[in-house]
């Protein structure tokens, strides 16, 4: 059985209980809390796990994504027996986006709403707070959208109870480095244009992807450099640095509805057809599906496409995930489902849901998983981040299955490329 409640505002503990009701009535959607059984949570056996995320504005589709694909395995788990024999709740709030707003709301899953484990679905922009607080307070934490390398690579910022489960922005910058060199060497591409949002994952992620470029094909240049703003409306100004630039080719991170607006923007300049394009956030369903006219020959990371891997496992976890929600799942939907399986893993391998068990069971835990390069996705003790999981590029067409030919990435040598990154940053 499942329910959606809704709560707005910050209630005092007197009238919490009265506010959440009216603002249930209302029909607010600040909280979206869903249980089952419901008779577990009287045996006081349910355990509750919260997710901040981002449900409004521009970016929405990355929380609402986030939140049903972590519905759909929550369900699966809970149908095997829940977590060490508990049913999850799942406890849903709206960060916006903000910073700010991410950490107090974690802090009121964790304080108010008992949550005794947080699955946190925020951007690179807001995850950082989350992490502090998940510093402060101790609970178990699993980041699941968050790309910026340095979360996890820094030792400085790691913590024994935070985990990531989710790409990261150095094994896609290693793995589109080398697919771009080759592509670079065989046209001659040598003058570079980049284009990412202004922030943590937008900077990080560019300079990683122009050192690996730099370190394949030497004689590559960075001739023009834009960095919109994060859900900037109107990139008028960045199209036309890029085009007053007149690249061979031109390397983005720009994501989700941003990048949406940007290509739709683009087209009406002719930008993707003077230079090549490599748009690592391309091959998303959420970008494929929206833009107005997808340029054919666009160079794109895999983001989840269920085509890639190419296995009736992940085919069919796309299938069901679509069937389910009438949508097609996207790239943070596969991170969020792959966090809820191994925090199953998790407490089935500990005996129990206690935090600093499952925090140790999960380092070096390997799960089967439809995302996985082998079907098989690692939890790496080292920096308690994810690797073997799905990564290749390829070139878009406008149409189903949007990337036919992806070419896969090589796990021992973004592995090798990444270890000298950490040396090169002081992280080992």
Request: charged residues 20%.
């Amino acid at each position: 059985m499942s329910t959606d409640k809704t709560r707005g505002g910050h209630p005092t503990a007197s009238d919490a209980v009265s506010r959440r009701s009216a603002l249930a009535l209302a029909g607010s959607a600040a909280l979206v809390t869903v249980a089952a059984p419901w008779v577990a949570r009287a045996q006081a056996k349910t355990i509750r796990i919260g997710m901040p995320t981002i449900l409004s504005g521009r970016v929405a589709t990355l929380g609402i994504s986030s939140r049903n694909a972590v519905m759909m395995e929550v369900e699966k788990v809970n149908a095997a027996g829940g977590l060490a024999g508990r049913p999850i709740e799942m406890v849903v709030r709206d960060s916006k986006g903000q910073p700010q707003e991410a950490a107090r709301v974690v802090r009121e899953l964790v304080n108010t709403d008992g949550c005794e484990i947080i699955i946190d679905a925020e951007a690179s922009s807001a995850a950082f707070a989350v992490h502090e607080v998940a510093r402060d307070l101790g609970m178990l934490t699993i980041h699941t959208c968050s790309e910026t390398s340095q979360l996890s690579a820094d030792p400085k910022l790691r913590i024994p109870n935070a985990f990531r489960c989710v790409r990261q922005g150095v094994h896609d910058s290693v793995a589109g480095a080398a697919y771009a060199a080759k592509i670079a060497k065989e046209k001659g591409l040598k003058k570079w244009a980049t284009c990412s949002p202004d922030y943590a994952y937008g900077r990080d992620t560019t300079a990683e992807f122009i050192y690996y470029l730099k370190q394949f094909v030497p004689e590559v240049e960075v001739i023009s450099e834009s960095w919109p703003k994060l859900f900037q409306p109107d990139y008028t100004e960045t199209i036309t640095k890029l085009l007053q630039a007149n690249p061979q080719a031109i390397y983005s991170c720009i994501w989700g509805g941003d990048l949406t607006a940007f290509i739709d923007q683009g087209n009406l300049y002719g930008v993707f057809g003077k230079a090549a394009f490599f748009a690592v956030n391309m091959a998303d369903y959420t970008v494929l599906t929206a833009v107005k006219n997808l340029p054919a020959g666009v160079h794109s990371g895999n983001r989840y496409i269920k085509t890639f891997p190419t296995t009736p496992q992940n085919a069919a976890w796309g299938d069901a995930y679509r069937q389910k929600y009438n949508e097609y799942p996207t790239n943070w939907s596969w991170e969020n489902a792959a966090a809820v399986n191994f925090l199953a893993e998790a407490a089935k391998k500990a005996g129990s849901t206690d935090g600093k068990k499952m925090s140790e069971a999960l380092k070096g835990l390997t799960i089967d998983s439809p995302f996985g390069m082998n079907g098989k996705i690692t939890m790496r003790a080292e920096d308690q981040t994810i690797v073997d999981y799905a990564i290749g590029w390829g070139t878009t067409i406008p149409k189903e299955p949007y990337m036919p030919n992806v070419t896969p990435g090589d796990w021992k040598q973004i592995v090798e490329y990444e270890t000298a990154w950490k040396k090169s940053k002081g992280y080992l």
